[in-house]
């Protein structure tokens, strides 16, 4: 049973928010409007790159949704009572942050209209199709687990849904890394270390998030964030930090020893002109180095180097999966393998990709839905504490 008592939070300030992130997703659904009606020919996409920068910002929310409920499991599947007074906006948060790259998705794919199709037509031979289910069923449980810690359901209840939601979002991320892990046709693709690379970062991630989202959220209130529950989360990311690195190690080595999958390790580690630039640069310096010596360096210990060290985790988050998802579509298909083969189409060709301004307004506006329906949440729902322990 969690004694908190909650508000919502305070108009101050709430119609600014507003004013600055409705036009953005305005500009994001005129942008999915223009590449609905004129056609993809507008994008930096081609036949060779079908998966474009608002991918790279789907998957992102979509990691950062699962792993936002860290403090939310932390408080009931673990018994950390010190996070229950978070809990709920844990559960705001991986509901927004879904829904933000679900929209970016379905905009993406083009053909809006013919959604229904995709979620009443099943291939279970796809893992797409059973994504429909993990992303869908995410919504309904962790809205039933905030349906919990706001009507203060009995602590049983609650950590059963717990125990459901935990298992669930883990499954959801899996499936998320499997679509990549199990395309054998993409050398940058086939690896099946990626389903607990992808639950890895999903963790990542999801704290920078909360961190970032409590603090904020707290401060906009008039609370002050408790020290003890961010110094455990910022541990807790510095280590969900160095697991990612560790996998992505493991990884890189297996492809290099096995040698079928070097040629591409060597290009996005080496000679893919930005692709190496983003790896080394965006995911492993600022995005993994530089926040473990702001998390575990005492002489920056503190509320603002967390914050930084959060932000550039995000960073490095998407660096890492423009590098996964852009750079392992450019490299040359071996449709052949062990063969040589030539045709007008590309043979062995790295293919060229920048990003539109229409994919990055429509990837910008993903992030700035799920901001707003956030900030709209805790203006109508009693989510914030009034003091914490």
Known sequence: MNDTDYHVAPAQGFWVFVLILVPIVIAALWSAHQMDTTGHAITGMNNQVVWGLPHVFAVFLILCASGALNPASLS???????????????????????????????????????????????????????NVFGYTGFIVIVG?????????????????????????RVLLTSGTGAIFGFLVAREGYDAAILVPLFVAASFALGTAVCLIGLVLSLRWSGQVPDPEVLNTLGRLLAIFVLVVLYLVA????????????????????????????????????????????????????????????SVLVMVGGLCQLYVLIIGGQVYPLRIFPGYRSSSSFFDGVVADYVPSLWEIL???????????????????LPLLPRALP
Request: glycine share 12%; charged share 10%; proline share 3%.
């Open 76 to 130: 009931t599947v673990f018994g950390r009572t010190r996070y229950a007074p978070v809990a709920r906006l844990s559960g705001v948060f991986a509901i927004c942050l879904l829904v933000g790259g679900l929209v970016v998705l379905v905009l993406d794919l083009g053909r809006p209209d013919r959604f229904h199709v995709a979620i009443t037509t099943y291939n279970f031979w796809s893992i797409f199709s059973w």
């Open 144 to 168: 039933v687990y905030l349906a919990c810690f706001i009507d203060n359901a009995p602590r049983g209840a609650t950590k059963a849904v717990g125990y459901v939601a935990f298992v669930w």
């Open 250 to 309: 493991v990884q890189t080595l297996t492809s290099l020893y096995g040698g079928r999958q070097r040629g591409v390790v060597e290009f996005l580690l080496f000679s893919g002109g930005v692709y190496p630039v983003l790896f080394w640069l965006g995911q492993v310096g600022l995005g993994s180095i530089l926040p473990l010596m702001l998390l575990y360096s005492r002489r920056t210990r503190g509320c603002a180097s967390i914050l930084t060290a």
């Open 362 to 380: 429509l990837g910008v506006g993903g992030v700035a839905m799920a901001v707003l329906l956030c900030l709209i949440a805790m203006r109508t």
